[in-house]
C-alpha cells in the first residue's frame, strides 16, 4: 500500500492519459507507481522514455530482460 494517493483517470493529464493508455495495452492495467509518478509528469515522462529504451536495447534477450524484472519484482516483494 502507498503513502501517497495515485493520479485518478479524471485527473490525469494529457501525458499521463497518454502514458497510461499505453500502460494498459501493455500489461492490461495501470499500475499503482504510474499513478503516484503523474503527480510529477517531468518524472513519469522521463520513467517512461527510459521504459521504451530498455524495450527496444537488442542488447539482452528480451525473455532474458523479462526474466530479470521477474526476479528482482520477486527479491523486493512486489507483484510483477
Known amino acids: 500500500m ?3 494517493a ?5 485527473q490525469a493529464g494529457l501525458i499521463s492519459r497518454g502514458l497510461f493508455w499505453l500502460a494498459r495495452r501493455k500489461l492490461g492495467r495501470v499500475s499503482e507507481m504510474w499513478r503516484i509518478c503523474a503527480h510529477v509528469p517531468r518524472i513519469q515522462l522521463g520513467r517512461g522514455l527510459a521504459e521504451l529504451l530498455l524495450d527496444s536495447s537488442k ?6 530482460r523479462w526474466l530479470g524484472v521477474i526476479k528482482t519484482a520477486m527479491l523486493v516483494g512486489c507483484p510483477a
Open 2 to 4: 502507498a503513502r501517497i
Open 59 to 64: 542488447l539482452v534477450d528480451r525473455r532474458l
Open 6 to 10: 495515485g493520479v485518478t483517470d479524471a
